[in-house]
């Protein structure tokens, strides 16, 4: 049974009575971020019970010293972490003397939680009877600027309902923070400083290792129904940690209120030795503004998001309420400002896998944020991968290749690989694979073909040496074998020819020679200069096509469907639907050496690589291969529903499409896999917008124009999206009776297909 508690509405998340047991899942669910900072929604005030405290700033990590049993030549040194941050959100909270504390309280009545996705802010608001019986009624609400991304925005109101309360707020800043996940237990901040300044509160550390410089930041002010109390707070500082504390008796029925800013500034974006004149400004902004005001303006931004980036969807409130989490949740996590941050694929709102970057960025949120945003967006998220070339290089290297090889990593906060599973880190190389399909993706969505002899080139040029130098040749097969690898299946290791792998491999070298050509004839200063920095040679070149050209591929005559690896059918072939559920998850259930060796499938293998070369297959093809892999995936990784729903529309198995988009779109909502606690799956909600649009939509590029092939599931009325391509900005709405097509602004025409047929849209 899955987790049921959040209400269906179609733009908040909703969570009504309290529930210790859920607080660790709410902390998730209700996770708010701005792109340059995030946190999970932990109680401003103390609790005792079960809870995950996490505060992170994008691009500040610690390089966790790698913990294995086994050290392996070419091994990564450290396991990269984003950082849990000194906490500024804190609030403690006395009545009458004790402090308050929601676990201990004999009654809490009227818990309502809400995350208004449509405005992007966080309330809490709920009735309590204390330890020593007092009764107050509390709401908190906060939001993180998208305006004023440093700065980060608590009211929290109190109003006491049966008598007159003592009530003493203790906002403070806390650095004595570790991670959960930490692997040896390393100290990772180290505290320079910590100042007070009438109702301004500073904590300056810096990470070890990596030497990132931060502060950390507050500013409070109190006001008794609406009047402001100009309080000078009593001040107590520790070695990591300063609270300031105001006292005021309150009546019945009156509301104390406590206003709060507080946020993160780094030294990579001011210098270190500026950091509190840095942090002084940010509050000066808010200040102001005032509370009102930040509030209105963080409306408005998200409105504007809103606008490009909204899916509706009538007929359907649990639907329509998935999709806008996702939506909401990409858009927390990356704004696409700042080309030195990525998409971690728990964002900001957990610490598992580090909070690095993966293939999932250029395989599934590349296409959301190149339709939804300004290309600049995507761009940057390429730029990121030029940047880190040298480091693939250099990651390569470490395994035993030569001559500027690249191999980018599977997990890196700075180009470095430092995935800390060997079997994932020396062998699931398919993630070069996706990196040079972005290229590709993005020219060929975008139109703009500057990238590629600016900068995309040469990281072709290092992806081809890789595969070329990967590849054996078989006397017995008479063709190029690629042998010990892990596919996307992370459920089969050091599996040899793994299909998926080796179809990427011959692709990357054909793409990279075909772009060489071009940039020669287009673009010849850049390709002097290219060729220069790389040496490639023409005999170089043959040595890749002869790669390429025979490349082996498993296949089953039998079955007519190339086999995920070698050895696929040697497996007993019992079916998911034989599986009893009492064994599932399996990854939960079962030891990995019955995993590896049982025929499931962890995510979309063979499938994935049709999903992104389906102009190479047939619908026919595409369907024996659906039919005969789908009935083994157990859909144990995030990534796999998405592109499974896709290809079920494309299949025009609607009932079946419908399925997978609702396991995908509410995998945390619901919480499928049993782990919605240690955060959310960010990058697959990228595949939850796919879902949507490439697959009931049926968005393609054909011929260099979007291509339409609209379906509509039976439990909605309609459904609409829009994208931003070339520049112009198409409305799609799908309806039970039809699709309609609507060019938004602008003075040119616009040619698009629509079930096959040539459409010219005029503006508006």
Known sequence: MNQEYIKPDVWSIVEEGFDKDRVKSSESLFSIGNGAMGQRANFEEHYSGKTFQGSYIGGVYYPDKTKVGWWKNGYPEYFAKVLNAPNWIGIDLFFNGKIFDMNTCKSISGFKRELNMKEGWYQRSFNAVTENDVKVTIKAT???????????????????????????????????????????????????????????????????????????????????????????????????????????????????????????????????????????????????????????????????????????????????????????????????????????????????????????????????????????????????????????????????FENGAALYPMVTMNGEECHNEWEITFEEIHRNGAIAFAIFNYYRFT???????????????????????????????????????????????????????????????????????????????????IIGVTKLTTDEILSWKKVANAMYFPFSEKDDVFLQQDGFLDKELITVEELPKSQRPINQKWSWDRILRSPYIKQADVLQGFYFFEDDFTLEELERHFDFYEPFTVHESSLSP??????????????????????????????????????????????????????????????????????????????????????????????KKGSQFELEGGKEEMSIRVNGERLVLQPK
């Open 447 to 529: 139109g703009d073909y500057s990238y590629i002899p600016e900068m995309g080139l040469e990281v072709l040029i290092g992806i081809a040496r890789f595969w070329h130098q990967r590849a054996t040749f078989s006397k017995e097969k008479n063709n190029y074998v690629i042998l010990g690898v892990t596919g996307p299946n992370e459920y089969e290791n050091n599996v040899s020819n793994n299909w998926y792998t080796n179809y990427f491999a011959k692709w990357c070298i054909n793409y990279a020679i075909a772009q060489l050509d071009k940039v020669k004839d287009g673009y010849s200063k850049d390709y002097d200069r």
């Open 142 to 400: 906060r939001f993180l600027s998208l305006d004023i991304d440093e700065l980060g925005v608590i009211k929290y109101e109190v109003t006491p309902v049966a008598s007159s309360v003592e009530v003493i707020f203790s906002p403070y800043l806390d650095a004595n923070i570790t991670n959960e996940d930490t692997n040896w237990d390393d100290k990772f901040w180290n505290i320079t400083a910590i100042t007070s300044n009438e109702n301004q509160a500073f904590i300056n550390a810096h990470t070890l290792k990596t030497n990132f410089a931060t502060t950390t930041f507050m500013q409070s002010s109190i006001s008794l129904n609406g009047k402001q109390l100009h309080q000078k707070p009593s001040v107590l500082k520790e070695e990591l940690f300063v609270s300031h504390s105001y006292t005021q008796q309150v009546k019945k029925g009156e509301t104390i209120e406590l206003q709060k800013f507080g946020g993160y500034v780094v030294n990579t974006n001011h210098p270190e030795n500026r950091l509190v004149e840095a942090a002084k400004s940010v509050l000066l902004k808010g200040d102001e503004l005032g509370y009102d005001v930040l509030l209105e303006n963080q409306k408005q931004a998200w409105a504007k998001i809103w606008q490009m980036s909204d899916i509706t969807i009538e007929g359907d409130v649990k639907a329509q309420q998935a999709i806008r989490f996702n939506i909401f949740q990409l858009n927390q996590t990356y704004s696409g400002k700042d080309s030195r941050l990525n998409i971690g694929p728990k964002g900001f709102t957990g610490e598992k896998y580090g909070g690095s970057t993966y293939w999932d960025t250029e395989a599934y949120c590349i296409p959301f944020y190149m339709a939804t945003k300004d290309q600049i967006v995507a761009r940057n998220l390429l730029e990121y991968r030029y940047n880190h070339l040298e480091k693939a290089i250099e990651n390569a290297k470490k395994l035993g």
């Open 642 to 735: 998405c592109v499974h729903s896709i290809q079920a529309a494309k299949l025009d198995r609607m009932p079946q499409a419908y399925e997978f988009y609702m396991r995908t779109s509410r995998l945390d909502l619901d919480d499928y896999n049993k782990e919605v606690e240690e955060g959310l799956h960010i990058t697959s909600m990228a595949g939850t917008w796919m879902s949507i649009v490439e697959g009931f939509g049926g968005m393609r590029i054909v011929e260099d124009k979007l291509s339409f092939t609209p379906r509509i599931p039976n439990q909605w009325q309609s459904y609409s999206f829009k994208i931003n391509f070339r520049k112009r900005i198409l409305k799609v709405t799908v309806t």
